[in-house]
């Protein structure tokens, strides 16, 4: 990643007239599987980098420390994994188990 201080006039003004720098800067939260579910989409601060699928929709290659699904963060009493919640998400597909989510939820 590129620092200010690496800059002058010219490098600056070509770096920010090359659009790729700023593909990620309108993916927001809403926009990412899984995050999009999230409570705390619009509060987040997670550093991750999303990833764009060939189909075009955005996940992220490993998963966040809290699951929206059952409301735990990783760590705490009866924490599970989103495979474990019925939710997969890969380069590939992202498939939700809505009713394996439920039962999951009623057992809490």
Not at 37 to 50: I, Y
Request: net charge neutral.
């Amino acid at each position: 990643m590129a620092h200010i201080d690496d800059f002058n006039e010219k490098s600056l003004k070509e770096y920010f007239n090359n659009p790729s720098k700023f593909k990620l800067w309108l993916i927001h939260k809403d926009l990412i599987d899984v995050c999009k579910d999230c409570e705390f989409r619009h509060m987040c601060v997670d550093s991750r980098l999303p990833i764009q699928r060939i189909n075009g929709s955005w996940y992220h290659k490993t998963e966040c420390n809290y699951n929206p699904y059952i409301g735990k963060w990783k760590g705490t009493n009866k924490y599970k994994t989103l495979e474990e919640c019925g939710i997969i998400v890969n380069d590939s597909f992202y498939i939700r188990d809505d009713n394996k989510i439920k039962i999951f939820n009623e057992t809490l």
